[in-house]
């Protein structure tokens, strides 16, 4: 089973997870700080994550919702990412006002 480790801010959590299972429903379950206002549907396109390692490839909806460029540096959504192997995703903190 995959070991994920999500970096956010200063801070780093690991779990082991199912492999292929979607990234947007592990963030969930941990209750990690990540916006998924389309409840995972893949419409709204602004659960962005940073993968570093480890996501299978994007999907087509993916690519509709990511220019090349973020693709390029590894952006991705978490409702539609998906666990290859041990993986490194990078979470961008939420500020609240």
């Known amino acids: 089973m995959p ?3 999500f970096i956010i801010g200063e801070e780093t959590k690991k779990s082991v997870v199912d492999a292929h299972r979607l990234l947007g429903d592990i963030v969930a379950e941990l209750e990690l700080p990540l916006e998924q206002p ?3 549907r893949g419409t709204c396109g602004k659960c962005k994550i940073l993968n570093e ?3 299978e490839p994007p999907d087509a909806t993916e690519r ?3 220019t090349l460029g973020e ?3 590894g952006n991705r959504l978490a409702c539609r ?3 290859a192997g041990n ?3 990078v979470l961008a903190p939420i500020a609240v006002y």
């Open 3 to 5: 070991e994920i480790t």
């Open 38 to 40: 389309c409840a995972g």
């Open 53 to 55: 390692e480890g996501l």
């Open 64 to 66: 509709q919702h990511l």
């Open 71 to 73: 693709l390029a540096v």
């Open 81 to 83: 990412a998906r666990i």
């Open 87 to 89: 993986a490194r995703i």
